[in-house]
T-cell receptor, first 113, second 110 residues
Framework: DTGVSQDPRHKITKRGQNVTFRCDPI?????LYWYRQTLGQGPEFLTY????????KSRLLSDRFSAERPKGSFSTLEIQRTEQGDSAMYLC???????????FGQGTRLTVV | QKEVEQNSGPLSVPEGAIASLNCTYS??????FFWYRQYSGKSPELIMS????GDKEDGRFTAQLNKASQYVSLLIRDSQPSDSATYLC??????????FGPGTRLSVLP
């Protein structure tokens, strides 16, 4: 297993467009997290899944954001009607329940122009 | 709202010296603590986890935890220029997510 994989690595989009990111966690990990990180800040929690269930969502996750993990494997994060303030690195991490060490993917850097 | 605080730096140390990075957290009930290293433009990489009071050593890295003082630190011995990065402190939020500090930028000068 090569670790957590995210796609795409970079995305440039025009304001108002929709974007979707994908995360493939480490295969035996049943917990998957989405974080957002802006320059000079630590990662901010967005949401997390245990298997296919979305168990927690941050208040940062406005109604323009939606995340899914339909079969408990990969996850997608969609941002509708993107705004310039959405420009950030979107990070996915996974961990096995009962093991609190989380491992991050390479991230998707979103630029909204 | 849980908070994790770190000095943003930059912390500059000469090559070969000990770098000391500090972190405080607000929730006295926190149980699990992590240090991540993040190179510019890259994602965070887990380097240490610590769960009990005291020291935990792994190679050149030592994590120190003092739950009574709500304080976690990371010592890097024999610092190398390749250690230059941002170091993120993270605290487990009751198994639901991880709360990160803003990170400390470390610069190791050759």
């Amino acid at each position: 297993d090569t670790g957590v994989s995210q796609d795409p690595r970079h995305k440039i989009t025009k304001r108002g467009q929709n974007v979707t990111f994908r995360c493939d966690p480490i295969s035996e990990h049943n917990r998957l997290y989405w974080y957002r990180q802006t320059l000079g800040q630590g990662p901010e929690f967005l949401t997390y899944f245990q298997n296919e269930a979305q168990l927690e969502k941050s208040r940062l996750l406005s109604d323009r954001f939606s995340a899914e993990r339909p079969k408990g494997s990969f996850s997608t994060l969609e941002i509708q009607r993107t705004e310039q303030g959405d420009s950030a690195m979107y990070l996915c991490a996974s961990t096995q329940q009962g093991n609190t060490e989380a491992f991050f993917g390479q991230g998707t850097r979103l630029t909204v122009v | 709202q849980k908070e994790v605080e770190q000095n943003s730096g930059p912390l500059s140390v000469p090559e070969g010296a000990i770098a000391s990075l500090n972190c405080t957290y607000s929730d006295r009930g926190s149980q699990s603590f992590f240090w991540y290293r993040q190179y510019s433009g890259k994602s965070p990489e887990l380097i240490m986890s610590i769960y009990s009071n005291g020291d935990k050593e792994d190679g050149r890295f030592t994590a120190q935890l003092n739950k009574a003082s709500q304080y976690v630190s990371l010592l890097i011995r024999d610092s190398q220029p390749s250690d230059s990065a941002t170091y993120l402190c993270a605290v487990d939020n009751y198994g639901q997510n991880f709360v990160f500090g803003p990170g400390t930028r470390l610069s190791v000068l050759p």
